[in-house]
């Protein structure tokens, strides 16, 4: 199961690994409010020390849709991190070292509600992270030639600078497609890698990278070697879980700074050669390939403030060029429309209406039919259209309901269940906690 639901609530700042077209990552990174550690936090900022620490809450739930309806799911995590800008405390300039730490001390069905959900899209996006302590950065950034070139190394998460979301918030926006299927581990799995990326204007970057993935997720911290075995709750060891993946992307962005109208593009390959096992032959071959397109376009604005009333567009494909990936999945599309301050009393809320399709290969169809043990009548194609919103409150706490139908949920998740999934509704939302922030940090 993935950790989809953390994609952009782990990363930096809420919303900070996304586009934005709303003023809102200037607010949140803007100046720290008066807070019991403001005077402790100025000072460590003046020298170059940038504390986060931050809590969330994950609620999931089926009431109508799935293999087993009516079960829901909560993950309650504690990120903390630092990042030490070596200009200020050692005159190096251009260099940063980023750490981030985070713990999970407590869940409910978390590694049991995906075979509930049973699909793709709610089963998969339910986060199954055990209860222990997880490493997701460690990586030294350098920025050169007046930051015309950014490169970094070290354990960090491709999710960071690759196939960034373009939704409204993080849950549902980056499904397993990405994170399995690509090889781009979910948060909080972060992994050895290298990245560098050159900005031939302002709007226009290059970029690629390497990871070492690992297929061994979610039973892996953050502290694996380039080599050796994973051992998994039941004992079994898994040799060599690793592989090797390559992204490369173009991308075109603009800000509501310099843009009355910000727009994001992205175009990104990859290649990751970990064995393919196809699900319904088994027959096996070395590597997979793809792309992913995405793009966020702003087509109104109320007025040049960058925190005014604003209307976005947006839409990504994922395709994978390998008909017999061991994943599954051979198509997704996401599109949508999100509002962003349409209350002048409230001008960092947002709300937005979502859209999801996407579609399992012909031999995974093959083999969740015959791996069923009941009867499977679903297709090849799911479907699920949903709405969800960002409320911030007070600045330092941000609450993210959402509500989705599902049609035609395939069985990814579990493909030895007994029947057809349901069409139905899932529900849920996600608590963000700016708990530094609030102090003052």
Known sequence: MSGAALAADLQAQPQ???????GFVDFLNGDVPPGPLATLGKKLRDKGINLDLKAVNIFVS?????LKTGQYENVFVLDMGVDLDLEKLMELEGSTVHFHYFYVPGTYNSGTFGDYGGDSLIGNAGPFIPEEWHLTQLAWEQKLFDGKVDTSFGIDQAGNYFAKPLCNQGFLCQSGSLQTGVGINPPPYANWSARA??????????????????AAFPFTNGWEGWKGTVTLPNGVELEEPNSNLYLANLVYETTPKTDLYPRYYEAMFYHNDAEQTDLFTGKKHDGTNGIYLGGQQTVWRKSTDPASTSLALYASLYSSFDQQNSYGLQNEVDAGVTLNGPFASRPFDSYSLKFVW????????SYLQASNTGVYTNGRDEISVGVDANFVIAGNLIFQPWVNYVWNPNTLQNPTASGTPKNGVAVGFNVIALVGKAMGL
């Open 197 to 214: 990326a050159y900005h031939f204007t302002p709007e226009w970057t290059a970029q690629a990278g390497f990871w070492r993935s690992n």
């Open 16 to 22: 900070s690994d996304a586009h934005d077209t709303s």
């Open 358 to 365: 996407n579609r399992v290969t012909p031999d995974a169809q």
């Open 62 to 66: 089926n009431p109508s849709m799935g």
